[in-house]
């Protein structure tokens, strides 16, 4: 399985942005994609999952309200429309699908929000 996320970019606090994830490879064996971030000196922290049958979708707490994730099967692609953000949301976006043990990640895309 192969991720490229895209849709990363500079914004001002209070801008939206949307990131997507294309995925290719053997994608019907999925039962979850995620969004996770890392930030300079923080661990890598999830941000959104979104889960299949039935489907779920769960937020970290401080994107609550203000991130969505949502799943395309017939494109193979997970989006996350991010809304009024935070300067604290400044990190680099990794896409995260898993099948079974295995993870799959995506390279990352940077989001700089300035105040």
């Known amino acids: 399985v192969q991720l490229v996320e895209s849709g990363g970019g500079a914004v001002q606090a209070g801008d939206s942005l949307e990131l997507s994830c294309d995925a290719s490879g053997m994608v019907a064996s999925l039962n979850a994609m995620a969004w996770y971030r890392q930030a300079p000196e923080k661990e890598r922290e999830m941000v959104a999952v979104?889960?299949?049958?039935?489907?779920?979708?769960n937020y970290a707490d401080s994107v609550k309200g203000r991130f969505t994730i949502f799943r395309d099967n017939d494109k193979n692609s997970v989006t996350l429309p991010m809304n009024n953000l935070r300067p604290e949301d400044t990190a680099v976006y990794y896409c995260h699908a898993r099948s079974g043990v295995w993870n799959y990640w995506g390279r990352g895309t940077q989001v700089t929000v300035s105040s």
């Open positions: 979104i889960t299949s049958g039935p489907t779920t979708a």
